[in-house]
């Protein structure tokens, strides 16, 4: 039986089919999502099997394979949803008119706030405090181009950082020392600055900044104190069972149980706003049927190893999880890491559903979800990338790192995801 035409398979014409429907229908993107995983799944059960095997066997290996990475992504979602939440209760956005420019300026240093807070966190976190601070500082009114711009900067933040990032998480498991991520940075920070701009300028005028007022605002030092203590662990839950046991990593989903964990500890002194549940839940499972389509394609390696298909994979990574697609890269091997990471890492926040930090500001600003609104007013996100790219190229060219250590597999599962 024929499971392709023209020399494509039937799986990435119902995946292409899957992400025209949620580009066109936003306001149903969960139902096309789980609708197009049913089918693929359904096709590779009757057609064409799965990597272990065929029938439900091999589906049930499959699910086997992924699980850990699904339930991080689920959780992590979930509880810094809450947590953007519990930050922007804390009355800190309220205070930032003390220290930010009272123009365009105010809404750049925002994006760069966010940029260093994904460089040591995980970019989901540092795009909703972000999105939190943005919800206050804007009174609730923030254009979908700086909403992009958010999902940017913590892309980029996250991009030149082992502990920023899934895919340099990734590679920091499978062998790739930090130091050969840590140049991304270059490319990083010069689109930052070339998207910050224009993005800046298009909230002031839509919705100008929170002017300094003299009343007297108070701090909830336990809400901030709950932002922490999540946040600490984490960060220590990522180093710790990546950087000394990361086969672990593998095994259990530790990271996004031991923030639930916390989360639950910190009710004692706060709660949560559990109203926010449902609607993290909808956004989560969607993106996770993205994810689980994007596991199903039969890819098995990528084009040769060049700057030139590091820049392509960006771009794929907008439309494509970047999870498989830096696992295919590790196990080929030959890759310039750092120029990787930054593509992979920031080519995502070109379209809203391309990384989990923009499917999680898609939740707390549901007119996001819009591919047309997104790259129409999120244009800078596009040139941002390729200027940044160039800069990477031009300031120290394509540098390929050498095999960096045999794996038996590439990790598919780690405890953070960007996009």
């Not at 639930?260 to 910190?266: E, I, K, N, R």
Request: a neutral charge.
């Amino acid at each position: 039986m024929p499971t392709g035409l023209f020399g494509i398979p039937i799986e990435f014409m119902i995946f292409a089919v899957t992400l025209l429907g949620v580009a066109f229908f936003h306001r149903h993107v969960l139902a096309v999502a789980v609708s197009g995983l049913a089918v693929i799944l359904v096709y590779k059960l009757l057609v064409t099997g799965f990597k272990f095997g065929p029938g439900i066997g091999g589906l049930v290996a499959h699910l086997a394979d992924e699980w850990v990475i699904l339930t991080n992504l689920f959780l992590l979602l979930i509880v810094f949803g809450l947590l953007s939440r519990h930050f922007e209760k804390t009355r800190i956005p309220a205070a930032l008119p003390r220290i930010l420019p009272h123009d365009w300026k105010g809404a750049f240093w925002l994006l760069i706030i966010v940029f260093v807070l994904s460089s040591f966190l995980d970019n989901i976190a540092a795009a909703l405090i972000g999105g939190a601070m943005a919800h206050t500082l804007f009174r609730a009114k923030v254009h979908v181009g700086y909403l992009a711009a958010i999902v940017a900067a913590s892309n980029a933040g996250g991009s030149g950082s082992v502990v920023g990032d899934t895919t340099t998480t990734m590679m920091w498991i499978a062998g790739v020392s930090p130091q050969d991520v840590l140049h991304a940075y270059v490319g990083a920070g010069v689109a930052v600055l070339i998207l910050g701009v224009p993005a800046a300028i298009q909230q002031q005028r839509y919705s100008p900044i929170l002017r300094h007022e003299h009343e007297h605002i108070h701090i909830d030092w336990a809400r901030l104190g709950i932002v922490v203590l999540i946040l600490v662990v984490a960060i220590l839950t990522n180093v710790i069972i990546n950087l000394q046991f990361p086969a672990w990593s593998d095994a259990f989903p530790f990271i996004g149980l031991s923030v639930t964990l916390a989360l639950l500890v910190s009710t004692l002194l706060r709660r949560p706003d559990w109203e926010i549940v449902p609607a993290s839940v909808k956004g989560s499972i969607f993106l996770l049927s993205l994810v689980l389509c994007a596991t199903l394609m039969p890819v098995e390696r990528l084009p040769s190893a060049s700057w030139q298909t590091a820049l392509s994979l960006g771009f794929v990574s907008a439309v494509f999880d970047n999870i498989p697609l830096t696992a295919l890269a590790l196990k080929q091997g030959g890759y310039d890491w750092g120029m990787l990471a930054y593509t992979v890492g920031f080519g995502g926040s070109m379209i809203w559903f391309g990384s989990s930090a923009g499917v999680a500001i898609s939740n707390l600003y549901p007119e996001a979800k819009s591919v047309v609104l997104w790259v129409k007013h999120g244009w800078h996100v596009i040139v941002g990338y390729v200027v940044g790219f160039c800069a990477l190229l031009i300031v120290l060219g394509w540098t390929p790192h050498a095999p960096h250590k045999a794996t038996p597999a590439a990790p598919s599962h780690v405890s953070r995801h960007s996009d």
